[in-house]
């Protein structure tokens, strides 16, 4: 499955048959995936393939998981992908370290399937909206993107898939300044070459879409870094 159309998952799990249960059900739940068996390989894939979401065992091999959440909330490109912390600790103390070193969740083992996937779907509501079937809303812009809808001011607005994945990606984080490589990996996906000049025509597309019944161009080009929606 394409990168652009799921979120992608990083499971970082010692034991092969935790790590195969988890990667399964992942699977089965329609996201992308790749995962690590200790904590360096761990911090390299992170650097090379920009996970949306970690899922993450405390107990790993010569560089724990505790360390390896602390190494990646300090930065600042890494900082905000949610990690979900895995652990046989169930102590309240060890709990409270989890989240004090930076983990968005902590889920003790054994664990139900079922809950923790919930628990994912919850972190990516908060930073991937889109990617789980959210409602989202920009001014008189409405983006549904489990009906593959788009409003603007009441009158529904025709785009094409690779324009409604742009939208969604500016809707997700408004002002954020995206730059043409970043569009390029969120939308097209890394294993496909695309020339940067196709993204600004895809741009030229989106903004005629917005504007087919009226009101200002929404979406704002910011010289030499890319573009943005407001």
Not at 51 to 68: A, F, R, T, Y
Not at 132 to 153: F, W
Not at 168 to 180: A, D, I, L, N, Y
Request: glycine share 8%; net charge negative.
């Amino acid at each position: 499955m394409s990168r652009t159309a799921q979120p992608l998952v990083l499971v970082v799990e010692d034991e092969p048959a935790q790590r195969e249960v988890l990667s399964y059900n992942l699977e089965a739940e329609g996201f992308d995936l790749v995962s690590a068996d200790n904590g360096e390989d761990a911090i390299l894939l992170v650097e090379e393939e920009r996970p949306d979401l970690i899922v993450l065992d405390w107990m790993l091999p010569n560089l724990s998981g505790i360390e390896v959440c602390r190494r990646l909330k300090l930065k600042n490109d890494t900082r905000a992908i949610p990690i979900i912390m895995l652990s046989a600790r169930a102590e309240e103390v060890d709990r409270v370290r989890g989240l004090e070193t930076g983990a968005d969740d902590y889920v003790v083992k054994p664990y139900s399937v079922i809950e923790l996937m919930a628990r994912i779907r919850a972190q990516l509501r908060r930073t991937r909206p889109a990617t789980v079937g959210a409602r989202l809303e920009y001014e008189d812009i409405m983006l549904d993107s489990e009906t593959h809808k788009v409003e603007r001011g009441g009158q529904e607005l025709k785009l094409g898939p690779k324009e409604f994945r742009l939208l969604s990606t500016f809707m997700e984080k408004p002002g954020r300044v995206w730059s043409r490589e970043q569009l390029l990996d969120r939308v097209w996906g890394r294993d496909i070459y695309v020339d940067t000049r196709t993204v600004d025509v895809h741009i030229g597309r989106l903004r005629k879409a917005l504007g087919a019944h009226g009101g200002e161009d929404p979406l704002r080009t910011v010289r030499g870094a890319g573009y943005a929606l407001g």
